[in-house]
Every structure is written in C-alpha cells, then in structure tokens.
Nanobody, 119 residues
Framework: QVQLVESGGGLVQPGGSLRLSCAIS????????IGWFRQAPGKEREGVLC????????YYTDSVKGRFTISMDNAKNTVYLHMNSLKPEDTAVYSC????????????WGQGTQVTVFS
C-alpha cells in the first residue's frame, strides 16, 4: 500500500522560506512521478510542480517559478518542496501525490500540511 506523509508546514512571514517533506512508503522513488499541490481556502486544488522519474521538473503554477523547487532523496524515499520568497497568496494546504495533475485518477495522496504566510 502506497502512503505519503507531508510535514514541514507552519507559519512564516512574507519573504521567508519553508521546506516541505513528502515521505513515501510502498513505492520506490525513481519509478514514479511525484507532484506537489495546494488548495487555498475557497479555491480548487491546483498543481504546483511535478518531478518525473528522470528528475525533470514541470511547473504548473507560474507564480512560483523562480521561488519554489523540488528535490528527491532516494535514500530516504522523500521528496521535498523548497519554497523561498513566500507571499501571503502562497497560503494553502500543500499536498503531495503520485500524480502530476489534480484530476488524474488512481493517484495516492497525502493528508496535506498547512502553510500560512502572514504579515
């Protein structure tokens, strides 16, 4: 059974940084794409970025380009979302999944972690 567990969310001031972790069990990294998503209050879930099996990264949200990036630690079977220069509009619940698009069927999802950027 594939399980994903996010951690690392919290409160941060604008301009600050956070690193979110997505610990994966039941699925070896390098054999599947992993996507990061976010859902702000009152809005639909949106894809943020995705990493494929070759390490290629696709951004789905233009506003995070140049500020967010993704990395993998195969030894820990963990994918990280590095978020820099955070803005209040980045406030959302962030989730990881074994898909790149929010409506792709069959993906395994984590429970999410809250990120709040406040002044």
């Amino acid at each position: 059974q594939v399980q994903l567990v996010e951690s690392g969310g919290g409160l941060v001031q604008p301009g600050g940084s956070l690193r979110l972790s997505c610990a994966i069990s039941g699925l070896p990294l390098g054999f599947h794409t992993i996507g990061w998503f976010r859902q702000a209050p009152g809005k639909e879930r949106e894809g943020v970025l995705c990493i494929n099996t070759r390490g290629g990264i696709t951004y789905y949200t233009d506003s995070v380009k140049g500020r967010f990036t993704i990395s993998m630690d195969n030894a820990k079977n963990t994918v990280y979302l590095h978020m820099n220069s955070l803005k209040p509009e980045d406030t959302a619940v962030y989730s990881c999944a074994t898909v790149c698009r929010p409506n792709t069927p069959g993906g395994a999802w984590g429970q999410g972690t809250q990120v709040t950027v406040f002044s």
